[in-house]
T-cell receptor
Framework: GAVVSQHPSRVICKSGTSVKIECRSLDFQATTMFWYRQFPKKSLMLMATSNEGSKATYEQGVEKDKFLINHASLTLSTLTVTSAHPEDSSFYIC???????????FGSGTRLTVV | AQRVTQPEKLLSVFKGAPVELKCNYSYSGSPELFWYVQYSRQRLQLLLRHISRESIKGFTADLNKGETSFHLKKPFAQEEDSAMYYCAPQSGNNRKLIWGLGTSLAVNP
């Protein structure tokens, strides 16, 4: 079945630095990638939607200059958290969908801790 | 606004008992609805979608447009069904999912 590989699974970084999270679709072409953030005991919060080769569409309240999304190929999308702050500490999850596909394949998530 | 409600944060049943996880949605138009499951230490995965009307791992879900509900049911719960369950309607041109808060199902021996 479809697999999305997300790396790293955990990362600790210092305030002010940037962190890049990668999601790769291993056996299908991810025409659309969704990036989520999940707070403890809360539902998934959609941050942005990206279509391959296009600029990402950000949800209201999500800073596009802080959360940079690149979806340059059909198998790779990246989320870069720039100038990270402790309040950016969270669980980030990517989800990919192929063209015409109905299901969404999720990455295993990245636990980001900013100290 | 499009919204999905899963009224039960936690549902605890005994093995072999029937289980129903409730989901209500508010959505204009004809939504496509999904149930996703997350087992302990695993990633989210698709459980079933309403269009396919299939039964996965013994679970079924019927879309009731009159009640705007999409409850997930299983007649005999198993311990391995213990997981977090999310009901998610699909929305818009980008077909993004609208997420509920999820229901944690605990099946006790």
């Amino acid at each position: 079945g479809a697999v999305v590989s997300q790396h790293p699974s955990r990362v600790i970084c210092k305030s002010g630095t940037s962190v890049k999270i990668e999601c790769r679709s291993l056996d299908f072409q991810a025409t659309t990638m969704f990036w989520y953030r999940q707070f403890p005991k809360k539902s998934l919060m959609l941050m942005a939607t990206s279509n391959e080769g296009s600029k990402a569409t950000y949800e209201q309240g999500v800073e596009k200059d802080k959360f940079l999304i690149n979806h340059a190929s059909l198998t790779l999308s990246t989320l870069t958290v720039t100038s990270a702050h402790p309040e950016d500490s969270s669980f980030y999850i990517c989800s990919a969908r192929s063209h015409g596909g109905y299901g969404y394949t999720f990455g295993s998530g990245t636990r980001l801790t900013v100290v | 606004a499009q919204r999905v409600t899963q009224p039960e944060k936690l549902l605890s049943v005994f093995k072999g008992a029937p289980v129903e996880l409730k989901c209500n949605y508010s959505y204009s138009g004809s939504p496509e609805l999904f149930w996703y499951v997350q087992y302990s230490r695993q990633r989210l995965q698709l459980l079933l979608r309403h269009i396919s009307r299939e039964s996965i791992k013994g679970f079924t879900a019927d879309l009731n447009k009159g009640e705007t509900s999409f409850h997930l049911k299983k007649p005999f719960a198993q311990e391995e069904d213990s997981a977090m369950y999310y009901c998610a309607p699909q929305s818009g041109n980008n077909r993004k999912l609208i997420w509920g808060l999820g229901t944690s199902l605990a099946v006790n021996p």
